[in-house]
């Protein structure tokens, strides 16, 4: 069976040096594979990062100068050669039997084009406790956590990026949207979050289903910059964001935005002004129901005014 692995990278040699070092440790005895990076512009050492790898693996590098993942993924699809492409990021480490575990669910579910793996966060080992302790959803939505208690098989949950395989000529039809996701010209604070979500939504709408398979693992690598507060914050922000730009309501709008938001947003910063000197456990909850508010009401003005 053939696989082509892709994925995007932009400055994060330390990071992509750790995934492909991981990479050379993955079984791969029953399978034909090649992974494309594209380097989204670096100007740091991951031209060389990347050669070093070049005679360890089966790597074919590509450049896309022009800023944003999809511009970059798109790029990589346009020289895929293989049955199966699977999906991953520069900050990632992968089990041993990664592939073997997605290529084995794909012979166990033939009818099926779009699968699914396990994505577990590393924690760095100064994480705080309250952010230890945040719940399955925002691990989800800050982390990227996708681990389910079912048994392999169609799930409801959209997969992740960092650990998605579909079928080659499924994505022959299909492409990222190139107005999503991160775009290194523009801050944090003005992307959509969630270009695989587009992408998966709109195969949704075409009737596939998703296969989740438990036991093809990965685990997401967490930044120290990445725990503290203004930053889960804005992850809510953009997520907010999202959600305004996906979802399609048929509720009252009142100046472009559901009725709801305007409501949210006026006893959201009521209860979090009432929570400010509060510690971070106890006011976070508050914080990233807000700051979602914000973000959707951010995009929806935005989408009025457009």
Same mark, same amino acid.
């Given at each position: 069976m053939k696989i082509n692995v892709i994925l995007s990278t932009r400055n994060r040699a330390a990071s992509l040096d750790r995934t492909l070092s991981g990479f050379t440790n993955i079984n791969t005895q029953l399978i034909s594979w090649k992974i494309i990076v594209v380097d989204n512009g670096s100007d740091d050492r991951t031209p060389q990062i990347l050669q070093k790898y070049c005679e &360890?693996? =089966?790597?074919? %590098?590509?450049?896309? @100068?022009?800023?944003?993942?999809? $511009?970059a $993924?798109?790029?990589? &699809?346009?020289?895929? *050669?293989?049955?199966?492409?699977?999906?991953?990021?520069?900050?990632?480490?992968? *089990?041993?039997?990664? &592939?073997?575990?997605?290529? #084995?669910?794909?012979?166990?579910?033939?009818?099926?084009?779009?699968?699914g793996g396990t994505i577990t966060p590393l924690m760095p080992p100064n994480t705080p406790q309250w952010i230890e302790d945040i719940d399955e959803n925002t691990k989800s939505i800050a982390f990227a956590k996708y681990q389910h208690s079912v048994e392999e098989g169609p799930i409801?949950?959209?997969?992740?990026?960092? #650990? $998605?395989? %579909?079928?080659?000529?499924?994505?022959? @039809?299909?492409? +990222?949207?190139?107005? $999503?996701?991160?775009?290194?010209?523009?801050?944090?604070?003005?992307?959509?979050?969630?270009?695989?979500? *587009?992408?998966?939504?709109?195969?949704?709408?075409?009737q596939f289903e998703f296969i989740y398979? =438990?036991?093809? @693992?990965?685990?997401?690598?967490?930044?120290? *910059?990445?725990?503290?507060?203004?930053?889960?914050?804005?992850?809510? +922000?953009?997520?907010?964001?999202? !959600?305004a730009h996906y979802q399609k309501l048929t509720c009252p709008?009142?100046?472009?935005?559901? !009725?709801?938001?305007?409501?949210?947003?006026v006893t959201l910063s009521l209860r979090y002004f009432l929570h400010v000197f509060h510690p971070k456990a106890k006011k976070f909850p508050i914080a990233k129901q807000l700051f979602w508010c914000k973000g959707a009401l951010s995009e929806y003005l935005k989408k009025r005014r457009s």
């Open positions: &360890l693996l =089966p790597l074919t %590098i590509l450049e896309e @100068k022009r800023p944003g993942k999809n $511009l $993924l798109n790029k990589a &699809l346009r020289i895929v *050669d293989s049955e199966w492409i699977v999906f991953t990021d520069d900050d990632i480490i992968p *089990d041993q039997m990664w &592939l073997q575990e997605l290529m #084995n669910a794909t012979s166990r579910w033939p009818q099926h084009s779009i699968f409801e949950f959209t997969p992740f990026g960092a #650990n $998605l395989a %579909i079928r080659s000529d499924i994505m022959a @039809k299909f492409q +990222y949207n190139e107005n $999503l996701g991160p775009k290194q010209n523009k801050s944090n604070s003005e992307y959509i979050m969630g270009g695989e979500t *587009d992408l998966l939504q709109r195969l949704k709408n075409q398979v =438990p036991k093809a @693992k990965v685990q997401h690598v967490i930044r120290e *910059d990445q725990l503290n507060f203004q930053w889960l914050c804005r992850r809510y +922000y953009l997520a907010g964001r999202g !959600y709008f009142i100046f472009g935005v559901p !009725y709801f938001i305007w409501i949210q947003r």
